[in-house]
C-alpha cells in the first residue's frame, strides 16, 4: 500500500506565518517583545499629498493647523529573546522621502529569515489640514480625520475611518468595518468585502458596497446614493438625493424621511418597509418579503414581491393621477389611494377577495376575481395584482386603525 502524505495543510500553515509576519503566539513563539518609538518631521506646503504605508500595523493621520508633517512611529518587534527583538527594533529607519508635492513615509526594515519573528509598525500622522493623504496598511485599521482635501484608505484587514473630512473619499478594505463621519466631497465611496458600513451627516455622490455586512446611513445630501450588500440589512433615514439605488441580496431595507428624483429599493430575501419617502418614481420589489409603503409620494410606481403582502398608503401630495403597478405573487394587496384619485383601476386575484372604497363605474364582466373600471376622469391607472391573496383599495380618511 502507498503511504499518503499530506503536505498541504503544512505548507498552507507555514504560508500563513509568512503573510502574517508571524505575528502568533504558539508556546513560546515571540515571547519577547521589544517597542521603539521614532519622531519625524518634515515641512509641508499647503495643498501637499502624504503617503503612509505599513504591512503590519495601524495609520492614524489628522489634520492640524500646523505647517510641517509630524510622524510619530511605533515600532514593535516580537522574536524569541530580548536581545534579538531590541537588536531588530534599532535596525528599523523610519524614512520620509519628497518627490514633487508628494511626501511618502515608509519603513526600511531588516530581512527576517526566520520564522517566529515579527515586525509591527504603526504610525500616528499630523499634517496641515489642507493635505491629500493616502493611507495603507495590509493588517491593521486606518484612521482619517480633520482633512481639507482628499483622503484615501485601505486595508486588507482592520476597520477603516473617516471624520471631518472635505474633499472626495474612497474606503476600502477587505475585512474589517468603515465608518464615515462629517464627510463632503464630489466623489465618497466605500467598500468592504466583509464588515458593515455606517455613514453620517454626508454630501456629495455616494456609493457603499459591502459583500457581508449591514449599512447605515444618517444625514445623506447632494448628489446620488448608491448602496449595495451582498448578504446584510440596509437602513437609510434622513436622505435628500438625486437617485436612490438600494439593493440586498439577503436582508431587509428600512428607509424614511426620503427626497429625490428616482427610489430603487430591492431585496433579494426580505421584507422592505418605507415611511415618508418622495419621489418623481418609485420601483420598489422583493423576491421573499413583504413591502410596507407609508406616507409615499410619488406619480409613478411598481411594487413588485415574489411572496408577500403589500401594504401602499400614498400622501396627500401624491398627484392624483399617480400611475401604479403592484404585483404580489402570494399575498394581499392593501392599496390607500391619493386624494381624488381620478383614472383606471384593473384588479385580479386568483385565489382572494376584492373590496374597493371607492366608487369605481365597472366596465366589462363583473366577477369576484377580477374588477376593471374608472374613478372619476384623469389619466391615473391603478393595477393591483396577487395570486393568492386580497385586493383592497381604500380612501385616505376611512384607513383601518390597528
Known sequence: MKKKYYLIPVLGFCLLLVVTGCDIQLGNWGRAKYERTVQKQFPLDTGSTVIAQTSSGSITVTGADVTDCNVVAEIRVRALTEEEAKETAEQVEIILEQVGNTLTVKAKKPLIKKLKRSITISYDITVPRKTNVECASSYGPVKLSNILGSAKGKSSSGSISAEDIQGSVHLDTSYGSVTCVNVSGDNIKAKSSSGSIKAQNIKGSVDLDTSYGSITCEDISGGDLKLRTSSGKIKLSKASCGDFNLHTSYGSIRAEELTGKVLKLHS???GIDVTQASADSADISTSYGRI????????????KSGSGNINIACSDSTSPEIRANVVTSYGSVDFEAPPDFAGSVDMATSYGSIST??????????SKKKLAGT??????KLYLKTSSGSIKIRWPDKQEVN
Open 375 to 380: 374613478i372619476g376622469q384623469g389619466n391615473g
Open 357 to 366: 372604497d371607492l366608487p369605481i363605474t365597472i366596465s366589462g364582466e363583473i
Open 292 to 303: 410596507t409603503c407609508r406616507k409615499l409620494t410619488t406619480a409613478d410606481l411598481t411594487a
Open 268 to 270: 433579494g430575501s426580505g
